[in-house]
């Protein structure tokens, strides 16, 4: 798994528009979140701006990287080669997944704590920690989803769109608005209890046990995504 994430982490940081997706556009956008805090607070809360920057960045830099290096690995039969070898398939994934995955919770690390500097810190550390590993385990299983329908790395770029865009709509409507109204359409949307998760954490006010079982949408799309990702995701047959 190993070496197949170095030779990966290598291959993005050569690729300038992977880089620059993965790494320059979503720390830019979350950098701004922070800087205009008062005002993003003002609109929301503290714990929405914490939500768009996690959203931000697991969906322009792990989600989308993610469907574009699988797309690409397939296409130049990267992955052909590996099924070659004695490599398991779920270690092939792990390796090619790794580097964008610890690339993304470094920016949330990053990020979060900038903010926490800035504006405060979270009032619970450990359920905010819960919240970003859920919102990264359901981005990845939609990445996979995702990559099964997408023949290209150019194709990527229209593949993705609809969940990058949908879910940041998602930490937004729940973020401004929170879940006093239509709180279960909200809840259910991919994003929406990750989104409110995220804010308990880190505003406080809400029981730890209320919070927990907003797990639950959550990690219901993981299942979805991944059932969906063993359907439609097509490996080359191994020799």
């Known amino acids: 798994m190993f070496p197949i994430a170095s030779s990966e982490l290598i291959q993005i940081f050569r690729n300038r528009l992977v880089l620059i997706t993965s790494l320059i556009i979503p720390v830019v956008?979350?950098?701004?979140?922070?800087?205009?805090?008062?005002?993003?607070?003002?609109?929301?809360?503290?714990?929405?701006?914490?939500?768009?920057?996690?959203?931000?960045?697991?969906a322009f830099g792990l989600y989308t990287t993610a469907v574009t290096t699988l797309a690409s690995r397939r296409q130049n039969l990267f992955l052909k080669r590996l099924r070659s070898t004695a490599a398991t398939d779920t270690t092939i994934l792990a390796g090619l997944l790794l580097p964008v995955v610890v690339i993304a919770l470094i920016q949330v690390t990053a990020i979060l704590t900038a903010l926490a500097v800035v504006a405060g810190a979270p009032a619970n550390i450990a359920l905010l920690v819960v919240a970003t590993i859920a919102t990264l385990a359901m981005m990845i299983a939609l990445a996979l989803a995702t990559a099964g329908l997408t023949n290209s790395p150019e194709h990527a770029q229209v593949t993705t769109l609809p969940v990058t865009l949908g879910v940041i709509a998602v930490a937004s409507w729940v973020g401004i608005t929170g879940t006093e109204n239509l709180a279960g359409l909200k809840r259910l949307l991919p994003g929406g209890a990750a989104t409110e998760l995220t804010m308990n954490a880190w505003n406080g006010g809400v029981a730890v046990t209320d919070s927990l079982l907003l797990l639950a949408p959550t990690l219901g799309w993981v299942v979805v995504a991944v059932a969906l990702a063993t359907r439609l995701f097509r490996w080359e047959p191994r020799r």
């Open 29 to 58: 956008v979350s950098a701004y979140f922070v800087r205009q805090h008062d005002t993003f607070a003002d609109l929301g809360s503290l714990g929405y701006i914490a939500a768009i920057i996690l959203f931000t960045i697991t």
